[in-house]
C-alpha cells in the first residue's frame, strides 16, 4: 500500500514540475483520466488520485462535464498554500488580495520602537497564551465592537491568522465525516480545511438577502449538519452583505436548530458600523466570530481573532493548541500597541477610501458587462460574457500577464461550474489596475464579437 502511495505522488510530483518549469501552461486541459492512465501504464483509480493531488496542491481546477485545467499560478513549494491568497509570477495580480495603504510602513514602525527595548522585548518574546493577555483581549473587545454589540474580553482567543481561527473553530465543532453548511461560493481556503479535517461541506442557496434560512433547515432535515460557515458582510466573492431582516430570519433558524455558526468577519472593517451587525449579537450562544488583523494592518505581521460562545472557551482553545495556531506574542504585542495609538483607525480609514476609489475604476473600466460588486469592497465578481468560460478566460488573462481567480475556485457543488472570476482589486498599484482591467474589457470583448461574427 505505502508504494501505491508513493506512486501516485510521485506521478504528481513530476506534474507538478511540469507546471512550475511552463512546460503545462495555465489554462492547458489535462487529458481524462482513462486516457491519462492508459498513457502511463496506472490503474484508473491511481490517475483518480493523482489529479486528486493535483487539485489539493491548487495546481489544476476540475470542472464536471468539461475537464481538468492547469490553474492561472502554481503552488509554492509542497503544496502548501491557499487557493486564492497566493502570488503568482504575473506581472499584474489580481489573484492576490491583500490591500496596503500609502504610507502604511511609515504608520506602523512608531508602534514598533517600544518592543525593541530590551526589557520590552524580552517580555514580548516569551510563549503566548492561547487566550493572550489581559491587555489584547480588552483592546481586540474594542476594534470588534459594533453599536448594540461588545465582545467580553474573557471570550477571546488569538491564533496566527484568520484562516488558523477558521481551522480551530470547525475542528472543535465538527468530526470527521461530519458536514458543514455554507454558501454555494464560498472562500476556497475552507475547502482545504474541510478536506483535511475531514469534513463535508454541503452547498446551501442564497438570494439577494444572502444564504436562505429554509435552505439550512431543509439541509439539516435531510442530514444533521454540525455547523454552519457564513460570511454575511461583504461575501467573498460576490461583496453581498446579508440583509438585517435576513440576518435576523437566520439567527431565530439556528437557534431552533441548536446549529453552531462560524461567523467569518475578515472583511467587515470596510463595512459601516449598521451593515455590518454580527449573527453573534443574534445568537450569542451559537455563534463563533472569526477576525484578524491582516486585512486591516499587514499581511506580514498577523493574528487571527476569535470570539467564542462562554461555554465553548475551553474546547476551541485546545483545538487551537492540539493545532499548533497560537498566535505569536511579538505580533499580539505589536497589534496591541496600534490598536491603542489609533494606528490600526488610521489604516481602516485610508483602505475604506482606497478601496471605494479602486472599485470606480472597475465600474470605468468593465462598464457594460455584469459585474457584481460592493462600492466598499476589494474584489469584484465578473460574469464572463459569452463564449468566455471560466478557464479559457484565466488563462488567456494569464497569456497578458494578469492573474484572476475562476469562479470554479469558489464552487463547492463540482456540477455548477460558473462561468465568472474574481478580481481581487487590493495588490495591483492603481495604475496597473486600470491597465489590467482595461486588457480585460478589450479580451473580453473580442471574444464575444468573435462568437456573434461581428
Same mark, same amino acid.
Given at each position: 500500500?505505502?508504494?501505491?502511495?508513493?506512486?501516485?505522488?510521485?506521478?504528481?510530483?513530476?506534474?507538478?514540475?511540469?507546471?512550475?518549469?511552463?512546460?503545462?501552461?495555465?489554462?492547458?486541459?489535462?487529458?481524462?483520466?482513462?486516457?491519462?492512465?492508459?498513457?502511463?501504464?496506472?490503474?484508473?483509480?491511481? !490517475? +483518480?488520485?493523482?489529479?486528486?493531488?493535483?487539485?489539493?496542491?491548487?495546481?489544476?481546477?476540475?470542472?464536471?462535464?468539461?475537464?481538468?485545467?492547469?490553474?492561472?499560478?502554481?503552488?509554492?513549494?509542497?503544496?502548501?498554500?491557499?487557493?486564492?491568497?497566493?502570488?503568482?509570477?504575473?506581472?499584474?495580480?489580481?489573484?492576490?488580495?491583500?490591500?496596503?495603504?500609502?504610507?502604511?510602513?511609515?504608520?506602523?514602525?512608531?508602534?514598533?520602537?517600544?518592543?525593541?527595548?530590551?526589557?520590552?522585548?524580552?517580555?514580548?518574546?516569551?510563549?503566548?497564551?492561547?487566550?493572550?493577555?489581559?491587555?489584547?483581549?480588552?483592546?481586540?473587545?474594542?476594534?470588534?465592537?459594533?453599536?448594540?454589540?461588545?465582545?467580553?474580553?474573557?471570550?477571546?482567543?488569538?491564533?496566527?491568522?484568520?484562516?488558523?481561527?477558521?481551522?480551530?473553530?470547525?475542528?472543535?465543532?465538527?468530526?470527521?465525516?461530519?458536514?458543514? %453548511?455554507?454558501?454555494?461560493?464560498?472562500?476556497?481556503?475552507?475547502?482545504?480545511?474541510?478536506?483535511?479535517?475531514?469534513?463535508?461541506?454541503?452547498?446551501?442557496?442564497?438570494?439577494?438577502? %444572502?444564504?436562505?434560512?429554509?435552505?439550512?433547515?431543509?439541509?439539516?432535515?435531510?442530514?444533521?449538519?454540525?455547523?454552519?460557515?457564513?460570511?454575511?458582510?461583504?461575501?467573498?466573492?460576490?461583496?453581498?452583505?446579508?440583509?438585517?431582516?435576513?440576518? @435576523?430570519?437566520?439567527?431565530?433558524?439556528?437557534?431552533?436548530?441548536?446549529?453552531?455558526?462560524?461567523?467569518?468577519?475578515?472583511?467587515?472593517?470596510?463595512?459601516?458600523?449598521?451593515?455590518?451587525?454580527?449573527?453573534?449579537?443574534?445568537?450569542?450562544?451559537?455563534?463563533?466570530?472569526?477576525?484578524?488583523?491582516?486585512?486591516?494592518?499587514?499581511?506580514?505581521?498577523?493574528?487571527?481573532?476569535?470570539?467564542?460562545?462562554? @461555554?465553548?472557551?475551553?474546547?476551541?482553545?485546545?483545538?487551537?493548541?492540539?493545532?499548533?495556531?497560537? !498566535?505569536?506574542?511579538?505580533?499580539?504585542?505589536?497589534?496591541?500597541?496600534?490598536?491603542?495609538?489609533?494606528?490600526?483607525?488610521?489604516?481602516?480609514?485610508?483602505?475604506?477610501?482606497?478601496?471605494?476609489?479602486?472599485?470606480?475604476?472597475?465600474?470605468?473600466?468593465?462598464?457594460?458587462?455584469?459585474?457584481?460588486?460592493?462600492?466598499?469592497?476589494?474584489?469584484?465578481?465578473?460574469?464572463?460574457?459569452?463564449?468566455?468560460?471560466?478557464?479559457?478566460?484565466?488563462?488567456?488573462?494569464?497569456?497578458?500577464?494578469?492573474?484572476?481567480?475562476?469562479?470554479?475556485?469558489?464552487?463547492?457543488?463540482? @456540477?455548477?461550474?460558473?462561468?465568472?472570476?474574481?478580481?481581487?482589486?487590493?495588490?495591483?498599484?492603481?495604475?496597473?489596475?486600470?491597465?489590467?482591467?482595461?486588457?480585460?474589457?478589450?479580451?473580453?470583448?473580442?471574444?464575444?464579437? +468573435?462568437?456573434?461574427?461581428?
Amino acid at each position: 500500500m505505502g508504494e501505491l502511495v508513493n506512486d501516485y505522488r510521485r506521478i504528481a510530483d513530476r506534474l507538478a514540475d511540469d507546471i512550475a518549469e511552463g512546460r503545462l501552461r495555465p489554462g492547458e486541459r489535462l487529458p481524462p483520466q482513462r486516457a491519462f492512465a492508459r498513457r502511463h501504464g496506472i490503474a484508473g483509480s491511481t !490517475a +483518480g488520485r493523482v489529479y486528486a493531488e493535483l487539485v489539493r496542491r491548487g495546481l489544476v481546477v476540475g470542472e464536471v462535464g468539461r475537464g481538468t485545467f492547469v490553474r492561472a499560478s502554481p503552488a509554492g513549494p509542497g503544496g502548501e498554500r491557499g487557493i486564492v491568497e497566493s502570488a503568482t509570477s504575473a506581472p499584474v495580480n489580481l489573484e492576490l488580495n491583500y490591500p496596503s495603504a500609502p504610507g502604511q510602513s511609515e504608520l506602523l514602525a512608531p508602534g514598533l520602537a517600544p518592543l525593541l527595548r530590551p526589557d520590552v522585548l524580552t517580555e514580548a518574546l516569551r510563549p503566548a497564551a492561547v487566550a493572550g493577555t489581559p491587555a489584547a483581549r480588552e483592546a481586540a473587545a474594542g476594534l470588534l465592537a459594533t453599536p448594540g454589540w461588545r465582545p467580553a474580553p474573557e471570550r477571546f482567543l488569538f491564533t496566527g491568522n484568520a484562516r488558523q481561527a477558521i481551522a480551530a473553530a470547525l475542528a472543535s465543532l465538527v468530526r470527521p465525516g461530519g458536514r458543514v %453548511g455554507v454558501e454555494a461560493l464560498t472562500y476556497p481556503v475552507v475547502k482545504e480545511i474541510a478536506a483535511r479535517l475531514g469534513i463535508t461541506l454541503v452547498p446551501l442557496a442564497t438570494d439577494e438577502g %444572502g444564504m436562505c434560512p429554509g435552505a439550512v433547515a431543509a439541509a439539516h432535515r435531510a442530514a444533521p449538519l454540525s455547523a454552519l460557515y457564513v460570511q454575511p458582510t461583504l461575501h467573498n466573492p460576490t461583496s453581498l452583505t446579508m440583509s438585517g431582516d435576513r440576518r @435576523h430570519r437566520l439567527a431565530r433558524t439556528v437557534e431552533e436548530l441548536n446549529l453552531p455558526v462560524v461567523e467569518d468577519r475578515i472583511w467587515s472593517f470596510l463595512a459601516d458600523p449598521p451593515d455590518a451587525e454580527p449573527l453573534a449579537a443574534l445568537a450569542p450562544g451559537l455563534t463563533h466570530v472569526v477576525d484578524g488583523l491582516s486585512k486591516r494592518v499587514a499581511p506580514g505581521l498577523t493574528v487571527g481573532l476569535l470570539v467564542v460562545p462562554p @461555554h465553548r472557551t475551553d474546547e476551541v482553545a485546545a483545538a487551537v493548541r492540539s493545532g499548533g495556531w497560537s !498566535a505569536g506574542r511579538f505580533a499580539v504585542e505589536a497589534a496591541v500597541r496600534w490598536l491603542a495609538d489609533g494606528t490600526v483607525d488610521r489604516l481602516v480609514a485610508a483602505k475604506r477610501a482606497d478601496a471605494e476609489g479602486r472599485q470606480r475604476i472597475v465600474a470605468e473600466e468593465l462598464r457594460g458587462f455584469r459585474v457584481r460588486s460592493d462600492p466598499r469592497a476589494y474584489y469584484a465578481w465578473w460574469e464572463l460574457p459569452a463564449p468566455w468560460r471560466a478557464d479559457t478566460f484565466t488563462a488567456a488573462a494569464a497569456a497578458h500577464g494578469i492573474a484572476l481567480t475562476p469562479g470554479p475556485a469558489f464552487v463547492v457543488d463540482p @456540477h455548477r461550474t460558473p462561468d465568472a472570476v474574481r478580481l481581487g482589486l487590493a495588490s495591483a498599484p492603481v495604475p496597473d489596475l486600470r491597465r489590467a482591467l482595461r486588457t480585460l474589457a478589450d479580451v473580453a470583448a473580442r471574444g464575444a464579437a +468573435g462568437r456573434s461574427g461581428r
